[in-house]
């Protein structure tokens, strides 16, 4: 089963930028679509970015031009990075782990990273 920890929040200010890490274990991540989710205070969790196996990538309308979703396979990692910070993108950010189909028929199911802390405020 695949296990995330993310890195890499803390306090910026508006207009500042941060890079978020997501580093997994397993040995098929590739093959996994990953995504970064966030969570403000009294709000429902939503996507921020997705990103597929084959690199396509997909942006809530809130980060677009602003966030950039990439993966390094090589180092099981998927990064966020978020430029031109908003005190609205204040929130617990999270990493998640897609199994491709055929690996969700073995019973493997989606993973969530523990969550970092973004702080947006001067």
């Known amino acids: 089963q695949v296990q995330l920890v993310e890195s890499g929040g803390g306090l910026v200010q508006p207009g500042g930028s941060l890079r978020l890490s997501c580093a997994a274990s397993g040995s098929i991540f590739s093959s996994y679509a990953m995504g970064w989710y966030r969570q403000a205070p009294g709000k429902q969790r939503e996507l921020v970015a997705v990103i597929t196996s084959s690199g396509s990538t997909n942006y809530a309308d809130s980060v677009k031009g602003r966030f950039t979703i990439s993966r390094d396979n090589g180092k099981n990692t998927v990064y966020l990075q978020m430029s031109s910070l908003k005190s609205e993108d204040t929130a617990v950010y999270y990493c998640?782990?897609?199994?491709?189909?055929?690996?969700?028929?073995?019973?493997?199911?989606?993973?969530w990273g523990q969550g970092t802390l973004v702080t947006v405020s001067s």
């Open positions: 998640n782990a897609d199994p491709p189909s055929w690996y969700r028929r073995l019973g493997h199911l989606e993973v």
